[in-house]
């Protein structure tokens, strides 16, 4: 599985963004994907994520302002609402099958204050 992500970009605070991840392979066997975020010299966190047959996810710091969807082939998009200067990071697509993950190279997002 391959996943290129894009929207990316800077944004004032209090805008907003939508995030893409486009998802080409084996992607019919895919059973998660999800949105991770790593800002500069902070871990790689979880931002939100959509489980086969379960549902979503989202961190608590972003409940009520992002948004995750995805197609019938995985394709996902993250819609970002109000952004604030904490959410400044670059986002990752990340996607499971079984125990197998994948990462996409990542969408750098600015919001300045």
């Known amino acids: 599985v391959q996943l290129q992500a894009s929207g990316g970009g800077l944004v004032q605070a209090g805008g907003s963004l939508n995030l893409s991840c486009v998802a080409s392979g084996s992607t019919s066997d895919i059973n998660m994907i999800a949105w991770y975020r790593q800002a500069p010299g902070k871990e790689r966190e979880l931002v939100a994520s959509?489980?086969?047959?379960?549902?979503t996810y989202y961190v608590d710091a972003v409940k009520g302002r992002f948004t995750i969807s995805r197609d019938y082939a995985w394709n996902s998009g993250l819609q970002m609402l109000n952004l604030q200067s904490a959410d400044t990071a670059k986002y990752y697509c990340?996607?499971?099958?079984?125990?197998?993950?994948?990462w996409g190279q990542g969408t750098l997002v600015t919001v300045s204050s």
């Open positions: 959509i489980w086969r047959d379960v549902g």
């Open positions: 990340h996607a499971r099958i079984l125990r197998n993950v994948y």
